[in-house]
């Protein structure tokens, strides 16, 4: 009974953990694309604003 629970445990915590490390990896690459674009726009409207 116990090799049942045990066997059954494990392969749970290790999952858990990825999935914890592919939303956080999800989050920054989330945060990165904002980022990148604000800057484009910034870009964008500073180049269309300097040709007037």
Same mark, same amino acid.
């Given at each position: 009974?116990?090799?049942?629970?045990?066997?059954?445990? =494990?392969? +749970?915590?290790?999952? /858990?953990?990825?999935?914890?490390?592919?939303?956080?990896?999800?989050?920054?690459? %989330? =945060?990165? +694309?904002?980022?990148? /674009?604000?800057?484009?726009?910034?870009?964008?409207?500073?180049?269309?604003?300097? %040709?007037?």
């Amino acid at each position: 009974m116990r090799n049942v629970v045990s066997s059954g445990f =494990q392969p +749970l915590r290790p999952s /858990g953990i990825k999935r914890g490390s592919r939303q956080m990896r999800e989050k920054r690459t %989330a =945060q990165a +694309l904002i980022v990148f /674009g604000v800057v484009l726009a910034c870009i964008e409207l500073y180049i269309v604003f300097g %040709a007037l």
